[in-house]
């Protein structure tokens, strides 16, 4: 850290220098109108009868260090996200509750990225191959929509991505504690008739924790090309090289007290990690016809991975996943209204092995297995307007079939309908209410995880199904927003993980029961001249729903606070401090180990020159201790993975014209 204390002088001197040759910053004013395209009939946010949220990364981009997408993600009330320092176990995300019971990665929320989806069919998703630099704009669904996205969709996640950018070439570079370093390139290759810009990142750390580490090589392209005035084409391929991800696992209450930057012992001698190489492509050709807009999509994928966890047998799990999809929609406009109608194909394919961990070497094959999961839906949703009231519903089909090496089948099919009814009170004002319904099946991984510790079928595992009602108001004024969503979701069957003690870094699954979510969500955005100031807050109370049991569900916290106020200077320079509570929540099913509440600052500093960006921030501004994830229901009560002290992050961006 000593290093950062010596250009901490530098940096002040330079946000003070050339002032003179600086253009005032654009007034905070008047507040956009937000459209959503999440729903994919594009609907106003305000007449838009669900709740829905809008992040805007890039203009956040020059506080952020661009590590992780929860810098955006924060903010969005009714989502809750651990894991942020952990690249092995990646980003854990629930929205209304929906993905709690994931270990690692996305479980039950749907992530689309410029169209294409990010979450494989069985419903996975791992945020590690989206390059967070290149995020321009999130949308977030708050609850099922089944009835838009089909299989684990309790929230939506969608990520547009920058076209180009204005200058020919970005270089971004990013220092921070614990070793961390980020280097990235933008070169923008549009032509007359297209837009593409490629991308190029580099980021490792040596971690908080002992056995942390991680290295990761990305590269993206993307480029839209006009065709004709009626075609356009969108093409994306990306490639992540992850060649080292350490683990190093949860800890004792007691050994976070000891020393919270240690590792778990068996984390260490069977040295846990991760491997990843993967690359997707994705096609989308948009067509405008009489009066109509069709859009045909194709995608595919392969993932590499092979996983290291802290055990002999079977310890080391690895998979070779191709899946890929092609679908069709059309959407026409009337005179009062708008309609959708579409179809979709998605297929999954997993080559699973496990080998024996010889202290982190691979040992002798022990099991293998193949695994498959289609995914075959139509669907269709509108949007008619009278007066005053605005109506959209939505239904989807969908069939699904999966199959193992030993010739074991099963099928599910749903069918999801939603219905939602806005009122218009004023031009700046509106309310409305929303049903819906959604499921999700078990993935490939969670089946194949049989409680017995060897590869198979659990065929116990059962799809979740959940019904949601929500009412809510949103208000909006030039240079202010309000939103509150009230929701009550009754579901069956929710899966929870859980481990067991003869294979301590393996997570299994069953479906625990009925639960009963019901909640509020609240929102606030205050722009004046060059001052802003966001407000979010969660209220959670999710409790299983069972004749004995009425415990709370594990790792979510009942209330949920987020704040942050960002000034804008006349002189380039730009201050925000942002700050984070969460309430206490639980770290097992049976609600006998209670985290206590846990709050957090982030203080970041920027200036604009004319060809260089210089950005500061310090994480955890007041060294707080707090947790950066709960492992729910793990075993021997290794619960906690305690998150980074006070750190500091420097990093500039170099505009080449």
Not at 6 to 15: A, E, S
Not at 183 to 201: D, E, F
Not at 210 to 236: G, P, R
Not at 463 to 486: R, V, Y
Request: proline share 3%; hydrophobic share 35%; with cysteine.
């Amino acid at each position: 850290m000593h290093h950062f204390l010596k250009i901490l002088p530098l940096f002040f001197n330079l946000c003070l220098f050339a002032q003179q040759k600086q253009d005032s910053i654009v007034p905070l004013q008047q507040l956009d109108e937000v459209v959503l395209k999440v729903t994919k009939i594009p609907t106003k946010n305000l007449r838009a009868p669900l709740a829905a949220s809008l992040v805007l990364s890039s203009k956040n981009a020059l506080l952020e260090p661009q590590l992780s997408i929860n810098e955006s993600l924060i903010s969005v009330p009714g989502l809750f996200a651990q894991n942020a320092f952990n690249y092995n176990q990646d980003l854990r995300v629930s929205i209304r509750g929906f993905g709690a019971r994931s270990a690692f990665g996305i479980r039950g929320v749907k992530l689309i990225v410029d169209g294409i989806p990010e979450t494989t069919p069985d419903g996975q998703g791992q945020i590690d191959n989206i390059l967070v630099g290149l995020i321009d704009r999130i949308e977030v669904l708050r609850g099922p929509s089944a009835s838009l996205y089909g299989n684990a969709s309790g929230g939506v996640i969608h990520i547009n991505t920058l076209d180009e950018i204005a200058e020919k070439v970005r270089i971004n570079f990013t220092s921070g504690s614990y070793g961390l370093t980020l280097s990235q390139a933008l070169v923008n290759l549009s032509k007359n008739n297209s837009k593409s810009l490629l991308a190029i990142n580099h980021s490792q750390s040596n971690g908080y924790r002992v056995h942390s580490s991680f290295n990761q090589f990305q590269t993206n392209y993307k480029s839209i090309k006009t065709i004709s005035d009626s075609h356009k084409l969108l093409w994306q391929i990306n490639y992540t090289h992850s060649p080292n991800a350490d683990d190093s696992g949860g800890l004792t209450p007691d050994q976070v007290i000891e020393n919270p930057m240690a590792a778990r012992e068996a984390n260490i001698n069977y040295d846990s990690r991760e491997a990843i190489d993967h690359i997707k492509t994705g096609l989308q050709l948009s067509s405008k016809l009489k009066s109509a807009i069709m859009s045909n999509h194709f995608y595919a994928a392969h993932r590499n991975f092979i996983g290291y966890l802290p055990f002999k047998s079977g310890g080391v799990s690895a998979f070779k996943r191709f899946y890929w999809g092609l679908g069709s929609s059309i959407n026409r406009s009337k005179k009062k209204g708008a309609y959708q109608m579409g179809w979709s194909h998605d297929r999954q394919v997993d080559h699973r092995k496990r080998y024996d961990n010889l202290n982190g070497s691979k040992g002798d094959l022990q099991e293998q297995q193949d695994e498959h999961y289609s995914n075959t839906a139509l669907y269709m949703s509108s949007q008619t307007n009278r007066g005053n009231w605005s109506i959209q519903s939505g239904i989807r089909a969908d069939h699904i079939a999966l199959s193992f090496t030993k010739k074991e089948k099963q099928s599910y099919s749903a069918l999801s309908p939603s219905l939602g009814l806005h009122f218009k009170l004023d031009s700046e004002s509106g309310l409305y209410t929303r049903y819906s319904e959604s499921f999700q099946t078990p993935t490939l991984s969670e089946l194949s995880n049989d409680p017995n510790g060897s590869l198979g079928f659990n065929t116990e595992l059962e799809p979740t199904k959940a019904k949601n009602i929500e009412l809510g108001f949103k208000h909006k004024s030039q240079n202010s927003q309000f939103e509150i969503a009230l929701f009550s979701i009754r579901s069956k069957g929710d899966l929870v993980a859980y481990s067991i003690e003869n294979y301590p870094g393996r997570t299994f699954y069953n479906n625990a029961g009925n639960t009963k979510r019901t909640g509020i969500e609240f929102s606030y955005l205050k722009s004046w001249k060059n001052f802003r100031l966001q407000q979010s807050y969660s209220y959670s109370d999710f409790r299983f729903d069972t004749t004995d049991n009425h415990q709370y569900l594990p790792g979510i916290p009942r209330h949920n606070f987020y704040n942050r106020i960002t000034q804008d200077f006349s002189n380039g320079i730009q201050l925000a401090l942002s700050s984070v509570y969460w309430g206490t929540l639980f770290a097992n099913s049976s609600n006998s180990v209670e985290i206590k509440s846990q709050f957090y600052s982030h203080l970041s500093m920027s200036k604009s020159f004319d060809r260089i960006d210089i950005k500061m921030g310090v994480n955890n501004v007041l060294n707080n201790d707090y947790y950066d994830n709960i492992r729910v229901n793990a075993f021997g009560g290794r619960y906690y993975e305690p998150a980074p002290k006070r750190n500091l992050y420097l990093g500039f961006s170099w505009k080449l014209y």
